[in-house]
């Protein structure tokens, strides 16, 4: 068995995924009708919704499958998400990267595998529309026109969410993608007792960037920031862009010494950037740090504005 690889920008897509909050979700209408159709239109045993995780697929509809997820190692959806265009397998017995998987000889022996990757865009394959068999066959050109016909509906009904919860500049959570993504994770905090910090960044001289070189460099500038912080923090940390040239971020269980350390690391990060981008203006920042116990009493949108408040306490220093 051949387990399949971990995309480049795994960390990026992971945190597009999650800013979905589509994991571990019930069942939608909107997607189970899809997977009903597939399943009949193409005469399986099996369709499937399938999300990648950072080591499972989880099924947000299944058709014909008992199991809400298996291991990532072992799923061929985790190959699919390499591909631009279907991924079909017209024998799992006789290929050698699944030949003794055990999804093949074991149940629900797979066979047949189609599997149309999803896309958020660009690049960002979060999972599947698949369809399975345990019988070998061949897939056709009207057959694969109608998957991919069907997986785009699905991208539709995904984007649809997207919008609502990511910036579309930074391609971060925006405002409401952050509250709704930091609310639930203030739950595992305060169940689990640790303690959150959060950290508000602003982009110094930010509008004399704009003014001097035009919009289109200023919002350059905004989705660098924005990269620089997927790259930096832990896929466990929450980012987002709350408006303008502000950018918030939320640990868990991290001392003050800690996050301090960190955002030193950070800021030899933007230096790197400035250093190699060689523009006629350098990205600057400045951050406001606030630490608080699992068992505060402020809100989340008051515990950012004590961050708010350090961070103009540090901007008034510079």
């Not at 345990?134 to 057959?143: I, Q």
């Amino acid at each position: 068995m051949i387990k399949p690889d971990i995309p480049k920008n795994e960390a990026e897509r992971l945190h597009a995924l999650r800013a979905l909050r589509i994991l571990d979700t019930s069942h939608e209408e909107r997607f189970d009708r899809i997977t009903r159709m597939a399943k009949r239109m193409f005469s399986v045993s099996i369709s499937l919704i399938s999300l990648i995780d950072e080591s499972r697929q989880w099924f947000k509809s299944r058709q014909g499958l008992e199991a809400s997820e298996t291991p990532r190692d072992v799923s061929f959806c985790g190959h699919a998400i390499h591909q631009d265009g279907l991924f079909i397998i017209t024998d799992a017995s006789i290929d050698e990267r699944f030949f003794d998987n055990p999804l093949v000889t074991d149940a629900p022996n797979i066979r047949f595998y189609a599997g149309y990757p999803l896309k958020l865009r660009q690049g960002i394959n979060i999972g599947t529309l698949c369809i399975i068999d345990s019988k070998p066959r061949v897939f056709d050109e009207e057959d694969q026109l109608l998957l991919k016909d069907l997986g785009t509906i699905i991208e539709q009904e995904i984007q649809s969410i997207q919008l609502a919860t990511l910036d579309e500049l930074t391609l971060i959570s925006n405002r409401r993608g952050f509250m709704t993504m930091v609310n639930q994770m203030l739950k595992a905090c305060q169940r689990d007792k640790k303690t959150m910090s959060f950290v508000v960044f602003d982009l110094n001289k930010f509008k004399a960037i704009n003014d001097d070189y035009g919009h289109h460099e200023g919002d350059f500038v905004l989705a660098k920031f924005a990269q620089i912080m997927l790259e930096s923090f832990s896929e466990y940390d929450v980012i987002g862009r709350l408006g303008g040239d502000e950018f918030v971020a939320m640990l868990s269980d991290r001392t003050a010494e800690e996050i301090a350390v960190f955002l030193e690391r950070f800021a030899v990060c933007v230096d790197e950037v400035n250093d190699s981008l060689k523009k006629p203006y350098r990205i600057q920042y400045s951050a406001g740090v606030t630490h608080f116990p699992h068992d505060t009493d402020k809100s989340i949108e008051e515990m950012i504005q004590c961050a708010d408040a350090a961070m103009y306490q540090q901007k008034k220093k510079r």
